[in-house]
């Protein structure tokens, strides 16, 4: 198994930027698909952003040109950088990886809370 550690969440006023980081206990070299996901109060979770081991990326429509997801595979670290912040963005966020071997369902952090004050 794979620990997922998420960092960098708090309090931010609207417009402003954060930088959340997912530590993993294992290389994520092998991680094919690794991204950032987030949870508001009373709606489901949705996908925010995903980087591939080659480095492409994707991104919910909502956080285009505003959020970048990034990988330090030497640093078994994944980025998202968040700029523009809006209150819409509150969520929980969650940090979750796919590899072959050891995080074949999906491996998941316990979450970092942001929270964009208008």
């Known amino acids: 198994q794979v620990q997922l550690v998420e960092s960098g969440g708090g309090l931010v006023q609207a417009g402003g930027s954060l930088r959340l980081s997912c530590a993993a206990s294992?290389?994520?070299?092998?991680?094919?698909?690794v991204g950032w996901s987030r949870q508001a109060p009373g709606k489901q979770r949705e996908l925010v952003a995903t980087?591939?081991?080659?480095?492409?990326?994707n991104y919910a429509d909502s956080v285009k040109g505003r959020f970048t997801i990034s990988r330090d595979n030497a640093k078994n670290t994944v980025y998202l950088q968040m700029n523009s912040l809006n209150a819409e963005d509150t969520a929980v966020y969650y940090c979750?990886?796919?590899?072959?071997?050891?995080?074949?369902?999906?491996?998941w952090g316990q979450g970092t809370q942001v929270t964009v004050s208008s």
């Open positions: 294992r290389s994520i070299s092998f991680m094919y698909d």
């Open positions: 980087i591939t081991s080659s480095a492409g990326t």
């Open positions: 979750r990886g796919y590899s072959r071997v050891y995080c074949r369902d999906g491996c």
